[in-house]
């Protein structure tokens, strides 16, 4: 096995490794800090209905019933999987893909993309629970989130590689063609070129 292949599968090997055991250590904590931005969001938008309590949980009090039920933010309804992920993918690139500062960039844009999109998922589960009830809610994570759960993981990875993916130069147009011809033949024939001394003479 070459070198090169030994630092592929190395590579491979910590994105495999590193994504389950950060998401192991980090979602708790990370879950709490989602379901904070979202009563955060919904009382940026006037929704005085939902109260966190304590950690990934939080007590919805639906507009039409007094039959208030609990709500917690699982392990499966966080974006931090898809975010640790994307994140691993970024740092085990190669430097001759794309530099540092650039991968960092990339996966900014990228993480953006997929907390914000994950966000509008449960803040539009949580409402369809105060319009209609926790039935209402479970339906519409079940469904319409879990499509939209992947529409924006994909959003985040195309973002991704528009950023770290190399500008494509523009072909030359036959105008430019022709005016490279045109000063080649003049240096041919000992005009002056810009940057090259000018002949003595031309014979």
Known sequence: ????????????????????????L?????????LQADVGM?????????LQVSGPNALVAPWHSNA?????????CSSLASLLTL?????????????????????????????????IRIDASIFAGLVDGRASLVLF??????????AYTMAGFIFMLFVLLPRRKAPATAADALDA???????????????????????
Not at 1 to 24: A, C, D, E, I, K
Not at 42 to 50: A, D, K, Q
Not at 106 to 113: E, L, M, P, S
Not at 141 to 150: A, L
Request: glycine fraction near 10%.
């Open 1 to 24: 096995m070459t070198r090169q292949r030994v630092y592929v599968w190395l590579r491979v090997g910590f994105v495999v490794v590193m994504t389950p055991l950060l998401f192991v």
């Open 26 to 34: 980090l979602q708790v904590p990370a879950r709490a800090i989602e």
């Open 42 to 50: 919904l009382r940026l938008l006037g929704v005085h209905s939902v």
């Open 68 to 76: 208030w039920f609990w709500i917690e933010v699982a392990p499966s």
């Open 87 to 119: 994140g691993c993918l970024a740092a085990a690139l190669p430097r001759r893909v794309a530099p540092f500062p650039r991968r960092l960039v990339a996966y900014a844009v990228a993480a953006g993309a997929i907390f914000l999109g994950n966000m």
């Open 141 to 150: 994570h079940d469904w319409v989130g879990s499509i939209f759960g992947f």
């Open 181 to 203: 011809g045109a000063v080649s033949g003049q240096s041919e024939k000992g005009a002056a070129v810009p940057g090259l001394p000018r002949p003595a003479a031309v014979l």
